[in-house]
């Protein structure tokens, strides 16, 4: 009988609409979270921890087998911009940047990323979500354009 599996831990980052700090109350933050979570796991990628800032967010899940990384992430973006806007009627003119970053992570590395995720806004009191955008960039040798990068 054949098979198809497939192990691919998926590593995701993406902001709101220029950066704005959408995000800095508490209850919306985890509302976003929690229904990334739930999207993920709706369109088969196991959720393994979702967390962010007050203008990011990091997803840390299973990569499905049936899906790419691309649609994941419209779906992703399109479903919790809608349901933020209903949720949460104040964030009418939420928006998400138009691209993302998307990285394999090592099954190895999978309890520091956890942390990584989990505290995330202790985090950013030390550091911009640009500049650890570029770091994580750097550390996966990627180019980027800073023309373009932040849309």
């Known amino acids: 009988m054949p098979q198809s599996l497939a192990q691919i831990y998926l590593h995701l980052v993406f902001s709101t609409k220029e950066r704005g700090a959408d995000f800095a109350d508490e209850a919306i933050r985890t509302a976003m979270h929690k229904y990334l979570g739930g999207t993920c796991n709706g369109l088969g990628c196991p959720v393994i921890r979702v967390g962010g800032a007050t203008d990011h967010v990091h997803v840390l899940c299973h990569l499905g087998r049936e899906i790419s990384v691309s649609d994941l992430v419209r779906d992703l973006k399109r479903e919790s911009s809608k ?28 309890d520091d990323l956890i942390a990584y995720v989990e505290n995330q806004m202790e985090h950013h009191k030390t550091e911009s979500f640009q500049d650890e955008f570029r770091r994580i960039l750097r550390k996966y040798g990627l180019k980027w354009d800073e023309r373009y990068v932040w849309d």
């Open 83 to 110: 349901s933020i806007k209903i949720q949460y009627p104040t964030m009418a003119e939420f928006h998400w940047q138009n691209g993302y970053g998307a990285f394999s992570v090592s099954p190895s590395h999978l």
